[in-house]
């Protein structure tokens, strides 16, 4: 099952009326930030580039012994 908008921790939509603006478009500064909930999400490429920045800084952290 792919992402839906609506189950991402960078979406701010309500449940009432189904749009909310997505934080990934927001911070691009997209014309169209604002998504609908059962949306896929279209950002696996932030998240995918976002989960190995992350795992670049915990490898890189490791060794200092924090």
Known sequence: ??????????????EDDEYGPCM????????????????????VEELKRRVELWQKRKSGSSGSGT
């Open 24 to 43: 990934y478009k927001n911070a691009r500064k997209d014309k169209r930030y604002i998504t609908y909930g059962y949306h896929e999400c279209d950002e």
């Open 1 to 14: 099952m792919r992402l839906q908008c609506k189950d991402c921790d960078k979406w701010y939509g309500q």
